[in-house]
Structures are given as C-alpha cells and as structure tokens.
C-alpha cells in the first residue's frame, strides 16, 4: 500500500499516518532544495532525509554564514532537529520559547503544528490536538497555503482519533 501523504511542494509532504515529513519526488527534491545554494535549505535537506548528525553540521555553518544563532528559522531548525532525535523535552523547551516571540500568523502555526506534533510523538493526543488546532485556525486567519491547511486539518484529525480510541499507536 503506497503512503498517503499531503504535498507540502519542492518534491516533500508530510505523511498523514505518522505526520512526519517525507520525500515523494526524490528528484523534484533534489532540483530545488537539494541543489539550493541557501544555507537553511541544507538544513532541510538532511532533516527530510533523516540525517541529522549533518543536518547539525549544516545548522552550523547557516549560523555562522547567516545572522547569527538568533535568526528565528534557524532556531526553529534547530528545535526541528531535536524533536527528529527524541529529545521532546528539549524540543518542546525551544518551540515554546520561540512561540513567545511569534504571535499570529505564519510563524506561529508552524510553530504551534512543530509542538503538536511533538505531543503527538509523546502520545498525549490530547495536547497535539489542541496544538494542531491553534496552528489550523492560525493557517486559516492568514489564509496560508492549501498545504499547510490541509496538514494541520490531518493532523488535528489524527489526533483526535487516537485520543477517543486512547490509542497507544506510536508514529513511526
């Protein structure tokens, strides 16, 4: 059975089972992103891959290249790559922070969709579904992409099934 996913554009999506990130046009994702000469864009590139020992390294050098360790999308990769290696707490610890410096649109829901899927990795359905369904009403205020909609809606939906069911189904 082929996954189903939600195309988040550039050759990725987001799988609508484990609402984690994938590759589904592996060449569409090397023509931009991989052959990207953005420092950030690097970041992504492994982080979709799944290697995130130079995800880190990548995250390196964009902050020595870029702004600085206080550019928001840096810090935000920064906080993508520990929730990718398990470390929810520390994870969650970053998104709330930058959470404290977003308030409404784009960088919020993204952020609020980030923490909810951590929740979600944790099995606290309940929290992920409130998290995804701030980032869905955010999305909607700031009439963002049909991708982002249609991602947190999943999400949301995800969510809220595991919590009736009291499912212990782990995201894989």
Do not use: W
Not at 8 to 23: A, E, K, M, N
Not at 135 to 141: D, P, Q, S, V
């Amino acid at each position: 059975m082929k996954e189903q996913f939600i195309d988040t554009g550039q050759g990725t999506g987001v799988s609508t089972s484990t609402l984690l990130p994938l590759v589904h046009d592996r060449d569409k994702f090397e023509a931009t992103i991989g052959s990207s000469s953005d420092p950030v864009d690097a970041v992504v590139y492994h982080l979709f891959l799944g290697a995130l020992d130079k995800a880190e390294k990548a995250l390196d050098k964009a902050v020595k290249k870029g702004p600085g360790p206080g550019d928001f999308r840096l810090r935000a990769l920064a906080a993508d790559i520990q929730a990718e290696r398990g470390d929810y707490p520390q994870a969650k610890a970053m998104y709330r922070h930058l959470l404290d410096e977003a308030s409404g649109g784009k960088r919020e829901a993204d952020l609020q969709h980030h923490l909810g899927k951590v929740f979600f990795a944790e099995k606290d359905y309940t929290t992920a579904a409130s998290c995804f369904a701030a980032a869905l009403r955010l999305h909607r205020i700031s009439q963002e992409s049909e991708a982002n909609i249609k991602a947190s809606a999943a999400a949301l939906r995800h969510a809220e099934e595991n919590a009736r069911r009291g499912s212990t189904l782990t995201p894989q």
